[in-house]
Nanobody, 132 residues
């Protein structure tokens, strides 16, 4: 079962915008923190943003702060990543992750096992390509 499915990726010119979605199923969505990561060819997976279960806690990487906005709709089991002023350096596969620790934030928390809290989940990603 695919617990997380990303959509909304595509090709955009530098300076443009895209909105990504991460649809969740098979777990109690409002209890899970959601994170967005990205991975460019030949590079390690990079943390982008995260949001707590209730949606109050948000964390952004320095590279996207002020340009990207993470949000969630707990009535629809969907998390969004609104991306503005995109640059070629933002080109990557964007992947969402879910962690049962509701206030999980940042790279380390999401990549570590949740242990007794339950399973964490990762999507397969959606490609974002920004042309110069």
């Amino acid at each position: 079962q695919e617990h997380l499915v990303e959509s909304g990726g595509g090709l955009v010119q530098a300076g443009g915008s895209l909105s990504l979605s991460c649809a969740a199923s098979g777990f109690i969505f409002p209890e899970y923190a959601i994170g967005w990561f990205r991975q460019a060819p030949g590079k390690e997976r990079e943390f982008v943003a995260s949001i707590s279960g209730p949606g109050y806690g948000k964390l952004y990487s320095d590279s996207v702060k002020g340009r990207f906005t993470i949000s969630r709709d707990n009535t629809k089991n969907v998390t969004y990543l609104q991306m503005e002023n995109l640059s070629p350096e933002d080109t990557a596969v964007y992947i969402c992750a879910a962690d049962p620790r509701t206030n999980c934030a940042g790279y380390v928390c999401f990549v570590r096992s949740a242990g007794g809290y339950g399973e964490n989940y990762w999507g397969k990603g959606t490609q974002v390509t920004v042309s110069s």
